[in-house]
């Protein structure tokens, strides 16, 4: 600018037209030595440290160890190569790393998507000394991490449940009337213990009054027979709704696995897969590993083929939990079904509700274009209790809440059945 305000000048004083050439080659000099250094500078070298996994939705800190070997300063711009559809707001990073010093950040990264993220390399911006130029490179290598359902709600009843406060989250342990449990150890009586519970041999002969204590059934199975198909993939906040099945799923099995039974899963629809059940806390890895690459598909959802794959594979009576979002057209193909697997196994139906169908009930009417959204949706919704109350007229147990609330209604589901004795 300095030059150009020059050559205004020059432009009205002619003697200052020939200092102005020698400005101007002076200055081309410059810059043209400059870009060469900036050139031959050695490369600021990057090291990323990623987490051991990520959950989907969660952020997680990302480490960048900067290094610049060179004996000048280095000023830089730095930006992680994030996965797609991630989120880094820390990035870019600009600072300063002295001649042969070190900078280190650390950056949280929030991915959206479950399965393997792909960290393309680090790009890096530096500018020349005279800061005349800029120049791009990247720098560190490419990595792959695994990027798992979000199990913090996993996390969060664990540490509830080791400090006896699982109704924080919701989750309510019922007493039935008859009740199917099996004996767990004699101890002393409490109040408020029934009769029936007291143990009369060994309060005679210890003199003091001692119940039976009592737990529920164990080494029973439950079965994930999950809707990977096209219905699947409809957006509920900022997650699809098979994500918040299986964040509903974690938490089920966590207290199942506790409870000493053994969880199974079977998709359909697409994606065609069985893990065989398996059982003790330390399954929960391997239910992680199992599903966190899981993927719905444009494909339509075979309920018939689904339960004929299943009865083959599983001869055990067991708690068999379909996950899908029920539509009113499902009725002809999914009740023969769930009639069928019913045969053999205690089946559940566990259905989202939708969001935007909510919304569309609650939404005030002000336009015609309004009430035709509230017919539809209230049609919508009448199908599918049509459908919810032919189901239980067969004996099979349906649930039917929004995503919000489909986790710990499903662990309270559960625990009502090993309440009850009706595996």
Not at 20 to 26: P, Q, T
Not at 66 to 88: E, S, T
Not at 141 to 155: F, I, N, Q, R, W
Not at 396 to 420: E, H, M
Request: aromatic residues 8%; proline residues 5%; contains cysteine.
């Amino acid at each position: 600018m300095a030059w150009a305000l020059f050559g205004l000048a020059a432009s009205v004083w002619r003697e200052l037209v020939t200092p102005w050439w020698i400005a101007g080659a002076v200055l081309a000099a410059a810059a043209l030595l400059d870009g060469i250094v900036l050139r031959r500078l050695t490369r600021v070298e990057v090291a990323r440290r990623l987490p051991g996994r990520f959950a989907v939705g969660e952020a997680s800190d990302v480490r960048l160890d900067i290094r610049n070997p060179g004996r000048f300063p280095a000023v830089v711009d730095v930006f992680d190569g994030i996965p797609p559809g991630g989120q880094a707001e820390l990035m870019p990073w600009s600072g300063t790393i002295p001649g042969s010093g070190k900078a280190r950040m650390t950056h949280p990264v929030r991915i959206i998507e479950r399965g393997m993220a792909s960290f393309g390399k680090v790009h890096v911006r530096r500018t020349s000394l005279a800061g005349l130029w800029r120049m791009r490179h990247t720098a560190g290598v490419a990595e792959e991490v695994k990027v798992y359902p979000d199990y913090e709600p996993v996390l969060k009843f664990a540490l509830l449940a080791m400090q006896a406060r699982q109704e924080q989250m919701g989750i309510v342990r019922k007493s039935f009337a008859g009740s199917s449990r099996d004996f767990h150890q004699l101890r002393e009586y409490r109040e408020g213990d029934p009769m029936s519970q007291i143990d009369w041999k060994a309060t005679s002969r210890r003199v003091a009054l001692i119940s039976r204590e009592f737990q529920e059934q164990r080494n029973q199975t439950v079965i994930f027979l999950t809707d990977t198909g096209r219905r699947m993939r409809a957006m509920d906040g900022e997650l699809p709704q098979f994500d918040h099945c299986l964040n509903a799923m974690l938490l089920l099995s966590y207290v199942a696995l506790r409870q000493g039974d053994q969880v199974g899963v079977q998709a359909f629809g697409g994606t065609n897969r069985w893990l065989p059940p398996v059982k003790g806390a330390h399954s929960m890895s391997v239910l992680l590993n199992h599903l966190f690459d899981y993927q719905t598909t444009p494909e339509p959802s075979d309920f018939a083929a689904a339960a004929e794959s299943l009865l083959a594979r599983q001869k055990r009576r067991a708690l068999v939990v379909v996950m899908t979002n029920l539509r009113g057209e499902d009725s002809s193909e999914l009740i023969p079904a769930l009639r069928l697997l019913r045969s053999k196994h205690l089946v559940m139906l566990a259905s989202l509700r939708e969001r935007s169908v909510e919304d569309a009930r609650t939404k005030p009417i002000d336009e015609f274009s309004d009430a035709l959204r509230f017919a539809a949706a209230e049609r919508y919704d009448a199908e599918r209790t049509e459908v919810l109350a032919t189901l239980q007229g067969f004996g099979i147990l349906t649930l039917d809440v929004p995503a919000q609330q489909f986790p710990v209604a499903l662990a309270n589901r559960y625990l009502d059945i090993k309440a009850a004795g009706r595996l």
